[in-house]
């Protein structure tokens, strides 16, 4: 069964700070990995993902990540975060079966 | 283009009735999902149905359900509610089949059940 762990359940960080939250995965099949972002009282909104391929991934609103199969993490990093940041991320996998498994979720609190 | 709609958007029933909820997928889009988000399980995938058919169901019991018409508009329904089945209930759709993830889920904004 796949797995996703998000280390970090939130993280502080400053305006114009660089951030990165943590995820790491586990799976014995392929795996196609994505980070969601989650504003108050809203649905999800894909922020990026990785098929394959290039292993550095870039998304929306500045945010990107590394997909590092040696570690099986997928980190995703900003290099300076403005306060409309603030929300909650998540981390999920899914093996091709469309169905989609997600880590517990970081909230992201930037602070002026 | 319209978004993912998902109707209503809050809802309060009593334990043992049952609820339908509804999501009208973005147009084009066969592929529709269901996910449960609570604060204490976090988000877990219910099912997704494509044409009409379950593809995949996750680990939930019986008395969750769900269909899917011939125009891609899907409903959830749970029947014998409980305390615990209060939630924010996500769907998403997507345009390609099963087997092929190479595009985006766009997810609604949910129904939030809250069962009393």
């Known amino acids: 069964a796949q797995s996703v762990t998000q280390l970090d359940s939130q993280v502080p960080v400053f305006e114009e700070a660089p951030v990165e939250l943590r995820c790491n995965y586990s799976s014995s099949v392929s795996v196609y990995l994505f980070w969601y972002v989650q504003y108050p009282n809203q649905g999800l909104q894909l922020l990026l993902k990785y098929l394959s391929g290039s292993t550095l991934v870039k998304g929306i609103n500045g945010f990107e990540a590394e997909f590092n199969k040696s570690q099986t993490s997928f980190h995703l990093r900003k290099p300076s975060v403005h306060i409309s940041d603030t929300a909650e991320y998540f981390c999920?996998?899914?093996?091709?079966?469309?169905?989609?498994?997600f880590g517990s979720g970081t909230r992201l609190q930037v602070q002026p | 283009k319209a978004g993912v709609t998902q109707t209503p958007r809050y809802l309060i029933k009593t334990r043992g009735q049952q609820v339908t909820l509804s999501c009208s997928p973005i147009?084009?889009?066969?592929?529709v999902s269901w996910y449960q988000q609570t604060p204490g399980q976090g988000l877990q995938f219910l099912f997704e149905y494509f044409s009409e058919t379950q593809r995949n169901k996750g680990n939930f019991p019986g008395r969750f359900s769900g269909r899917q018409f011939s125009n891609s508009r899907s409903e959830m329904n749970v029947s014998t509610l409980e305390l615990g089945d209060s939630a924010l209930y996500l769907c998403?759709?997507?345009?390609?089949?099963?087997?092929?993830?190479?595009?985006?889920?766009?997810f609604g904004q949910g129904t939030r059940l809250t069962v009393v």
């Open positions: 147009s084009g889009h066969r592929s």
């Open positions: 999920a996998g899914d093996t091709g079966r469309r169905a989609l498994t």
């Open positions: 998403a759709s997507s345009s390609l089949g099963p087997g092929s993830v190479d595009t985006e889920a766009f």
